[in-house]
């Protein structure tokens, strides 16, 4: 069972779940995409099965969406959302565990720019990363991943408009510490046309994936 939490976040509380493992061996956090909160089947298949496999995690929700808009907030609120998360995790959750982060999207995209600004991280996980809008490949959003030298995990589908494979594989070449792997068919949100599959099951596609990186990094 997911045990819901609050996370102190200025005047206000960001709503959370932690997914806890069995003797876990990280503690992985997640944020969610530009559509859709933590509650999400996406979210929920995802955690769950990351969890089975060892490592806990704690999901959480961007301030406009516990509010109940429609539009994310702007980039300093939501890097200064997932710095504070990231900040109680350590003190409250992960007892001494290496922590890791991850988001779907928009919210993998902000936890590079928080670790940007310096945020702690043993290694990000990007869940189908926003690397262009659709049909706007000559706008790039790469820039700030450059200079990172933490490891980082690209998962991404093939049929993922807001990632065109040929540059996706450009990108991750000129990042030295970041891998790359393709989920054959997926879209945006790794759903496969005509796979029978729900998104609780899109979800925990991706999590062995997501295992055999963050278990390489603890030696």
């Known amino acids: 069972m997911s045990q819901e939490l609050s996370i102190p976040f200025n005047d206000n509380q960001l709503s959370a779940l932690l997914d806890a493992a069995e003797n876990s061996v990280a503690l992985l956090i997640l944020a969610h995409g530009s559509g859709a909160g933590k509650d999400h089947e996406f979210m929920a298949g995802y955690a769950q099965a990351v969890a089975e496999q060892g490592i806990s995690v704690l999901r959480f929700n961007f301030p406009y969406m516990d509010a109940g808009k429609k539009f994310p907030d702007k980039a300093p609120t939501a890097i200064a959302a997932w710095q504070q998360v990231r900040l109680w995790a350590g003190q409250e959750i992960a007892a001494g565990l290496p922590v890791f982060t991850a988001g779907k999207s928009f919210g993998g995209r902000v936890a590079s720019l928080a670790a940007v600004e310096?945020?702690?991280?043993?290694?990000?996980?990007?869940?189908?990363?926003?690397?262009?809008?659709?049909?706007?490949?000559?706008?790039l959003r790469d820039e700030h991943l450059y200079p990172l030298d933490v490891p980082m995990l690209f998962l991404e589908g093939t049929k993922d408009p807001f990632a065109n494979p040929e540059i996706m594989e450009a990108v991750a070449a000129k990042l030295p510490?970041?891998?790359?792997?393709?989920?054959?068919?997926?879209?945006?949100?790794?759903?496969?046309?005509?796979?029978?599959?729900?998104?609780t099951q899109d979800g925990a596609w991706l999590a062995p994936r997501t295992n055999e990186f963050i278990r390489s990094l603890l030696g």
């Open 118 to 139: 310096g945020m702690e991280t043993r290694g990000l996980v990007f869940l189908g990363y926003p690397l262009h809008s659709p049909k706007k490949e000559e706008k």
């Open 177 to 199: 510490t970041a891998s790359l792997a393709w989920f054959d068919g997926g879209n945006h949100s790794f759903k496969v046309a005509r796979s029978g599959r729900t998104a």
